[in-house]
């Protein structure tokens, strides 16, 4: 018989409606259940492209005997940590400050007032590698509960003391100049791998906003060791395993030091990031490869990743069936030499596993290789290559593919937003703006209320019960602004300052400007959780920043503007002592030092004249740089205001920092003003 999770628009908790676990969907009334029995509340935190999520399931909630134990002496929550970010972020702290390590599954025993006394992630099925079972586990808190109650309150007590104690003290509210982002750099260099790029040991992260940071830093102090870090990063990675040489987009990440094989799930908001990254790298560069790896990425998502409803679904599986029906990490993206050889025939076979690095023994698991794009002295034959490739792709499409989390989660959405719409401009791809548009539409449709109040996810166009956290509105705000500056529609550049009213009255401290995760009317946790590093995605405190220095830019908005330079006193504390974890903090910085600039574009609409300047406007390197486009005497764009033609023709206006340049209509004159 089905839980009640069966009416959740999780796919995480809809993989588990059928478990013999009689779960709940974390909410009130299951804590009020436990109060009722006497018993604590069992959490269970995880996400659906998880591996040893499923592992755990398939071990323990999928087992009768566990099952039976677990509704006998619990109230069994069960969270998805890409719905509830708050929850995840508040009891993860706990596990990190009692354990000095974490990760998914995360279980976390409660008292029925959600208080943490009992903390782990994956628990096997018999105690192995020192780790005691998950029954083992079971009995040990049941015990624990029943005979020594007054010390798990004891326990559960100082553990919520100890995190009402961690609240963020990040200096002064000055903001970061000169001196901090040259410490930051240095601070990179010295955590840069020469020999493969990227930053540390393995496991090897993506490094995303870290690249976008040190772009900006080249483009506005002419740093050559920035932009080689950058570039050499970007190749790395895209010759690598963790890029799909196939079928383009980027694996969570590489867990050896060479990018050699990927943990192969796929997550929206890494190939958002990283398109939008290597966008920005051929447009510093011209590289041939940055462009390709953009256009395979942004292709990858809108293939495969959007919806019926027009959004983008949050994530592809790691895991998928091999065949002979085993699920496995990776089946459906490596090969042996035969398998290779029975689509390909010999010949063709031989050259494409020298073109793809694919060996006799493997640099996977039983032999099988994933393809990379390894550094040669051989010139292979691009139309042969490209055949290759083509029936390689075709024949791995036959293949079980890996499952699909379909929620739309709104922050991703709005990373996704912004590298579609930047790429498509770019590389005159309509289609992949019309995206960008689609994902925007079904925000605003589906996702805001009336209130100008964000939902955090959907599914199969029904919103979820979940409120938009600080990410949601940092990121959401930062597409509409690129898709604005694209499209030159101003709707979008208002939706955005709806949004950011909200993190201005929400999710802002009105005395130090620090930013809160969670709006000040959010359902109350044991703590309000608050976190200022960047991690996989922007956090929603450097994110809200650059949205709201942006829109400041734009409109000229004081409060906004006050708002993002009070927000980025924490990169000035934290980018010289951890730079790899503040990477869009500092990115932001570098648009706030450089201006940023701001550039109104005003022509006749059917003027090629109009969009010659406007392309270049968006193709400038200058950090953060917000353009406006329109007819003269439109009122879509605060910039375009008193923006007269110059001559009967077109002409780009470009100001900073109060200051503004003469109206220009040569295009030459105009890259010069935006190239840093």
């Avoid at 290789?369 to 042969?384: G, I, K, N």
Wanted: proline share 6%; with cysteine; net charge negative.
């Amino acid at each position: 018989m089905p839980n009640r999770l069966a009416h959740e628009t999780s796919p995480y908790l809809l993989q588990h409606a059928d478990n013999p676990v009689d779960w709940w969907p974390w909410s009130a009334e299951a804590f009020e259940e436990a109060r009722r029995r006497g018993v604590p509340v069992l959490l269970s935190v995880g996400y659906s492209s998880c591996h040893w999520c499923h592992v755990m399931a398939t071990e323990s909630f999928e087992d009768e005997a566990v099952a039976a134990h677990m509704n006998e002496h619990f109230v069994n929550v069960k969270v998805d940590r890409e719905e509830r970010p708050d929850v995840d972020a508040v009891y993860m702290e706990a596990v990190q400050a009692a354990t000095g390590q974490g990760g998914w599954p995360m279980t976390v025993f409660l008292t029925p007032d959600a208080e943490p006394f009992y903390f782990g992630t994956y628990f096997p099925p018999e105690p192995r590698h020192g780790m005691p079972s998950f029954r083992q586990v079971l009995e040990g808190v049941r015990s624990a509960w029943t005979d020594r109650r007054d010390e798990v309150a004891e326990v559960a007590g100082k553990i919520v003391r100890d995190l009402a104690g961690r609240e963020i003290s990040y200096g002064d509210s000055s903001t970061p100049g000169e001196e901090e982002l040259a410490q930051a750099l240095l601070g990179l260099t010295r955590d840069y791998d020469a020999q493969r790029g990227g930053f540390g040991g393995a496991p090897k992260f993506p490094p995303s906003m870290v690249v976008e940071f040190l772009l900006r830093h080249h483009a506005r102090t002419g740093s050559e060791g920035a932009l080689q870090m950058a570039q050499d990063t970007c190749e790395r990675m895209a010759r690598g395993g963790i890029y799909d040489q196939l079928g383009g987009g980027f694996a969570r990440y590489s867990v050896d030091r060479d990018w050699v094989v990927p943990h192969f799930e796929k997550m929206l908001y890494d190939n958002a990031l990283l398109c939008r990254v290597y966008a920005h790298l051929w447009r510093a560069t011209g590289s041939e490869l940055a462009r390709r790896v953009a256009l395979e990425t942004a292709d990858f998502m809108v293939r495969e990743l959007r919806t019926a409803e027009g959004g983008f679904a949050s994530a592809l599986d790691a895991d998928s069936d091999d065949g002979s029906g085993r699920h496995v990490e990776g089946a459906y993206y490596v090969w042996t030499p035969e398998q290779l050889e029975q689509v390909l025939g010999r010949e063709d076979a031989e050259l494409a596993a020298r073109c793809f690095g694919v060996m006799r023994d493997g640099t996977f698991e039983e032999g099988a290789s994933v393809l990379q794009l390894p550094q040669q002295d051989v010139v292979f034959d691009a139309e042969r290559i490209a055949s290759v490739r083509a029936r390689l792709l075709g024949k791995r499409a036959e293949r079980p593919a890996p499952g699909r989390d379909d929620k739309v989660v709104a922050a991703w959405n709005g990373l996704a937003i912004a590298a579609l719409a930047e790429t498509g401009a770019y590389f005159d791809r309509p289609d992949l703006v019309e995206a960008a548009i689609g994902a925007a539409d079904l925000l605003v449709r589906l996702h805001l209320d009336e209130h100008a109040r964000l939902a955090r996810t959907s599914k199969d166009g029904r919103a979820g019960a979940h409120a938009g956290v600080l990410e949601d509105y940092g990121d959401v705000a930062e597409g509409f602004l690129a898709l604005a500056s694209v499209t030159g529609e101003g709707v979008w550049l208002e939706f955005a300052g709806f949004l950011l009213d909200h993190v201005l009255a929400q999710f802002t401290d009105p005395e130090s400007g620090a930013l809160y995760d969670t709006a000040a009317d959010a359902e109350k946790l044991i703590r309000r959780p608050q976190d200022p590093t960047d991690n996989a995605t922007p956090s929603g405190w450097s994110a809200a920043a650059g949205a709201l220095l942006s829109y400041a830019a734009h409109t000229g908005a004081e409060p906004h503007r006050t708002a993002a330079e009070r927000a980025l006193g924490v990169v000035k504390a934290l980018g010289p002592r951890a730079p790899r974890f503040v990477g869009w903090g500092l990115a932001v910085a570098e648009a706030l030092l450089d201006g940023p600039r701001e550039v109104a574009v005003v022509g006749p609409a059917d003027d090629p004249a109009t969009g010659t300047l406007h392309r270049t406007a968006l193709l400038g390197t200058a950090p953060g740089a917000v353009v406006a486009v329109g007819t003269p005497g439109s009122d879509e764009f605060p910039l375009l205001a008193d923006r007269p033609l110059v001559g009967g023709g077109a002409a780009a206006y470009v100001c900073r920092n109060f200051t503004c340049d003469a109206p220009t209509t040569d295009a030459g004159r105009l890259r010069t003003a935006l190239s840093g």
